[in-house]
């Protein structure tokens, strides 16, 4: 089987020890977060904590789409955090990629990453809202979302799982993870406004997020607000079906 890698110039020197992490991820590493459907484990390189992801193996479709059409989720998450990281935009600092390969279809892929300890992730502002500083902590993220917005990046996975949030008194520290679905291109008004449906159900917090992205861009808030709470109506109402269709499916197989 080939492999292809990517290493950044940072963690050349580690290059061995990258590939033995990799090698004997299986039965090394210690588990780390959600295992549902990718397996994420940390390993010990030479002092700093890394994370890294692998990929479950692709259908039989995608196999082929990666092999030849396709980047791999592994080499768009490395690309991708590397552009954040030139912008300016938080993400855990990119080490490496891995990917294997059969001379006709796609198979494990691994991406690599410093470790982040963070104070908070998103999720955590939709279920606990007395969190010190909460509504600081809100207005900064809609900030901090302008700010992917202004510099032309369209994260497509904006979900409450997906940003880790540290505090530093009053500095808070915004991180995106899960980075291998991405456009970047000028956001129009209504592109900008929909990046925001898929993080709360909670009306409260979409009012507040519109206050301060209305704020943001100088526009008036309720054209902000009815515009956002319509858009996170509209991802709910989609999820529901979805997942009633799931049920519905699984039921018929039984």
């Known amino acids: ?5 990517q290493i950044h110039k ?8 990258l590939d033995d992490f990799i090698k004997n991820f299986k039965s090394s590493g210690t588990p780390f977060g959600n295992q549902d459907r990718n397996s994420l484990k940390l390993f010990d390189l030479n002092g700093l904590t890394i994370n890294v992801k692998s990929f479950k193996v692709p259908n039989p479709i995608n196999q082929l789409a990666y092999r030849f059409f396709r980047k791999s989720k592994a080499q768009r998450s490395f690309e991708y955090a590397n552009k954040l990281v030139a912008l300016g935009i938080g993400t855990p600092k990119p080490i490496a ?3 294997f390969t059969t001379p006709f279809l796609f ?3 691994y991406y690599v990453s410093a470790q982040l300890d963070c104070d908070y ?3 955590d502002l939709t279920k606990d809202f007395n969190i010190p500083n909460y509504e600081a902590i809100l207005r900064a993220f809609t900030r901090f979302t302008y ?32 980075l291998n679905r991405m456009e970047f291109k000028t956001l129009d008004f209504e592109t900008r406004i929909k990046n925001f449906a898929r993080l709360t159900i909670h ?11 209305a704020k943001c861009i100088n526009a008036p808030y309720e054209k902000v607000f009815n515009l956002m709470w319509q858009y996170t109506n509209e991802f709910q109402d989609k999820y529901h079906q979805k997942k009633r269709l ?4 699984k039921f018929w197989k039984a």
């Open 147 to 178: 700010k992917l917005h202004e510099n032309k990046v369209l994260f497509l996975d904006h979900s409450p799982g997906n940003t880790l949030i540290t505090v530093n008194n009053d500095d808070y520290g915004f991180f995106l993870v899960d």
């Open 10 to 17: 940072r963690f050349t020197a580690q290059d061995q020890q």
């Open 107 to 109: 198979k494990k892929s």
């Open 121 to 123: 992730t998103y999720r």
């Open 246 to 249: 799931k049920k519905k499916l």
């Open 1 to 5: 089987m080939k492999v292809t890698k």
């Open 97 to 99: 990629y891995y990917e």
């Open 203 to 213: 009306k409260k917090m979409v009012e507040v997020m519109s206050d301060e992205y």
